[in-house]
């Protein structure tokens, strides 16, 4: 509001100061054509007002001979008048847009909740720090995705990556999320949950979307691991950074008739002071100004030293340790707007030994 008032006397000033052999008043019109970007319709009309008087003013100190009933003057007020509701509707169009919007955004981030929460900071016996960079600016969710359930099996962990974009990857992903969710409680064979996510998104996905996955289950002294196409998880400790490469890759979630009927998991160790670290393809595609990969397993070694005083035995350096991981992961891109979502998952034991 303040900005169009500043116009309002920069060109009555600029008006009386050139004196009456230049004339500025008619640009007048830009108070209320600025006021409609920002303000209510009617103080929209309020500053068209407050400029009329000064327009006449002006009009009278540049053509003092002119006759306020004069044809010329008649019409010019006129148009201004006209242009003055312009602006006003134009400001009671943008209000409704604007309106339309918030409605819009906040069902979208209730979706997005639903779909796919905040995870807490520990499940089960496990801590878990998580990192979601969405590619598009004002989205939280798209085709990666995660989820962690606390079961009488152990705390089962899934972390998958949707071959598709926009709501069709969203909607696949959600096939995938309620899935797992409803069989990491009931089947005892972590190989089944993952079965069981397959054919939910053989038999739904418009599509013909497959999607890349990793589950994991942690057991007091070791890990359970099935590997469904997806990035390989790396561990973290006080060895260094190993990457735990499956015995068996297996298809994608969706692509499962292709292969073989069952499923191959392995086993871990997994002792207190180890950090198993999850991400997706995001990560790893991630470019620097030269199109270079980003370099994560060689990051890891400098960002999650097992030798520092923070190394990750706690929650707060936990989400430190993602911390540090996420911002060099944008380092590495300067920024730039990524083409692929990015997720970066943390895993530890909750109580060193």
Not at 133 to 149: N, S
Not at 286 to 293: E, H, L, P, S
Not at 333 to 338: C, M, N, T, V, W
Request: proline share 8%; aromatic share 6%; glycine share 8%.
């Amino acid at each position: 509001m303040r900005l169009p008032l500043l116009i309002l006397l920069v060109i009555a000033v600029a008006d009386v100061v050139t004196g009456q052999d230049t004339v500025f008043y008619p640009f007048l019109i830009l108070c209320p054509a600025l006021a409609a970007l920002t303000a209510t319709p009617r103080a929209v009309v309020v500053v068209g007002l407050v400029c009329f008087p000064v327009r006449y003013l002006l009009s009278r100190y540049d053509h003092p001979s002119e006759p306020l009933s004069s044809s010329v003057f008649l019409a010019n007020s006129a148009v201004f008048l006209v242009a003055i509701v312009l602006c006003a509707y134009q400001a009671q169009l943008r209000i409704r847009r604007e309106t339309t919007l918030a409605d819009v955004t906040s069902v979208a981030l209730a979706a997005q909740e639903v779909l796919l929460p905040t995870l807490p900071s520990t499940v089960g016996g496990v801590r878990i720090s998580t990192r979601y960079f969405a590619a598009a600016a004002e989205a939280r969710i798209g085709g990666d995705l995660y989820a962690a359930v606390d079961t009488p099996f152990g705390t089962r962990i899934l972390i998958a990556d949707v071959c598709g974009k926009g709501l069709g990857a969203v909607r696949t992903a959600s096939l995938v999320l309620s899935a797992f969710r409803e069989a990491a409680l009931d089947d005892p064979d972590l190989a089944t949950v993952a079965q069981r996510a397959d054919t939910n998104v053989s038999r739904f996905s418009d599509d013909g979307d497959f999607v890349t996955a990793l589950l994991v289950e942690v057991h007091p002294t070791h890990l359970t691991l099935l590997h469904r196409g997806h990035v390989a998880p790396i561990l973290v400790g006080p060895s260094g950074v190993r990457d735990l490469d499956p015995p068996a890759p297996g298809l994608p979630l969706g692509l499962g008739l292709l292969g073989p009927e069952t499923d191959t998991p392995w086993t871990m160790p997994f002792h207190p002071g180890e950090v198993l670290v999850l991400v997706t393809d995001g990560v790893l595609e991630a470019r620097d100004a030269n199109g270079t990969f980003y370099p994560l397993h060689d990051r890891l070694g400098v960002l999650m030293d097992p030798s520092a005083p923070d190394h990750p035995w706690s929650q707060g350096n936990l989400d430190r340790a993602a911390d540090r991981i996420g911002a060099d992961l944008l380092g590495h891109a300067h920024g730039k707007a990524r083409n692929d979502d990015a997720v970066v998952m943390l895993i530890s034991r909750t109580e060193p030994t």
